[in-house]
């Protein structure tokens, strides 16, 4: 815990904080809440409890001061220390661990056994989970996969095969295409092609042909069709790795978190991309740090897993036209009503740079491109502003600060 940082900046909180001291920030006040055991000096622990972060359960003070239990108190029956501190750190002094190798000493997780799928759980064990909607012949499927295309054909082929070629059981994968208005020949033909797909054939996967109406509308009528206790969302010109869900899932459920975003690589062609490149760049989202999401998407890209009913609760993405961020404000506003967001720490899939998007194509150095970058931003703040709602100085203030911010 960088003690002398912190006590820094909250002396000199009164004059602002730049974007790395909130960034600085969120990690380590996450750090604290999700790690087993926290190890820290009793200055610094009574630093941070005094400026009220979410501690784990265990504290390990490694310095002789002694701390008052009341004046400190701790997660434990009545308020007490939750184990003996100066056995703990005799017990971790004996062991020679330096603090930089302390996590190794942690036991490795149990191997799965071959074949087992720890994320299954029974329809009747999985409570609020599911929708309620779901069939007895739907129990088996566990993510829908929502695709909304537009004039991407080629594209969209290699993202399908990417499902096609996942570690998880495919009876345990849906996926819905929504098609958002395409017209060309080429995207048609493509269409056509892969309705004769035995998955589609079969009913299991769904193609669905709607008049344009943009990202969040097509995605939203996606997700009305999922019989999966989760959704991933994948855009048509991306390209999944082929542990994607199965890794997803194995996070959702040993974390119970309702969203779960996860860095990506960037792919700068039309070919398929490969299983790995040394040469590509990577994008890792910080996560839920409500602070800096009002400046910039720290949460993570449409690409994400949602537990069904946490979707169906938030009711969705908002249906803005031309307007892009629908991912974006739909995370902020996850965040700020207490959902559970979180990252997990590897790449599963390929994001494709420079194809055509609708957010690529309705960007640019024009002014119009300027007033649609504005437009964008307006919607992701939406969340924050109706947070402040009834304090219309507070929403300016906000709106100044976003307006700062990006004309710096």
């Known amino acids: 815990m960088p003690q002398a940082l ?20 969120h990690m380590q006040r996450s750090a604290a809440f999700m790690a087993d055991v ?15 972060w979410k501690l784990a359960s265990q504290i390990l003070i490694f310095d002789d001061l002694q701390l008052d239990e009341q004046q400190l108190p701790l997660a434990g029956a009545g308020g007490s220390l939750p184990f003996d501190v100066s056995a703990a750190f005799s017990m971790w002094s004996a062991s020679q661990l330096p603090l930089h190798q302390l996590s190794s000493a942690s036991p490795p ?117 999922a019989q999966g206790e989760f959704l991933f969302f994948l855009d048509d010109d991306n390209c999944l790795k082929p542990h ?16 779960l975003t996860s860095p ?66 739909l995370w902020a506003r996850a965040v700020l009503q207490g959902y559970t967001l979180q990252v997990i720490p590897l790449p599963i899939y390929w994001y494709r740079l420079g194809q055509g998007g609708m957010l690529s194509q309705s960007l640019g150095a024009t002014q119009i491109a300027q007033v649609q970058l504005h437009a964008n931003h307006a919607r992701n703040i939406r969340p924050y502003l109706q947070r402040l709602a009834g304090w219309p100085e507070a929403q300016d203030l906000l709106r100044l600060a976003q307006g700062m911010y990006y004309k710096k």
Request: aromatic residues 6%.
């Open 109 to 225: 997780p149990p191997r799965r056994p071959h074949g087992a799928r720890t994320y299954a759980r029974p329809a009747s064990a999985r409570g609020d989970s599911g929708s309620g909607d779901a069939s007895e012949g739907d129990a088996a499927v566990m993510v829908t996969v929502c695709v909304v295309h537009h004039e991407r054909g080629a594209l969209l082929l290699q993202a399908l095969e990417s499902v096609r070629r996942q570690t998880l059981p495919p009876e345990e994968i849906q996926v819905i295409v929504v098609d958002d208005g395409s017209t060309s020949a080429q995207a048609l033909a493509t269409l056509s092609h892969v309705a004769a797909w035995p998955e589609f054939v079969s009913g299991k996967w769904q193609l669905l042909l709607r008049p344009a109406r943009y990202l969040g509308a097509s995605r939203n009528e996606a997700a009305r069709h």
């Open 6 to 25: 912190r006590e820094a900046w909250l002396q000199g909180r009164s004059a602002g904080a730049s974007m790395d001291e909130l960034e600085q920030d």
């Open 264 to 329: 990506n690589e960037k792919w700068p062609s039309a070919e398929p991309p490969p299983l790995s490149h040394k040469s590509t760049e990577r994008w890792l989202p910080l996560g839920a740090a409500a602070a800096v999401g009002v400046f910039k998407n720290c949460f993570g890209d449409a690409n994400a897993l949602v537990r069904r009913n946490a979707f169906i609760t938030l009711r969705g993405f908002t249906e803005d036209p031309n307007v892009g961020h629908e991912d974006w404000e």
């Open 244 to 259: 994607a869900l199965e890794t997803l899932l194995h996070a959702a459920h040993a974390s119970g978190a309702q969203i």
């Open 38 to 52: 926290v190890v820290t000096s009793s200055s610094t622990y009574r630093f941070i409890h005094e400026d009220g």
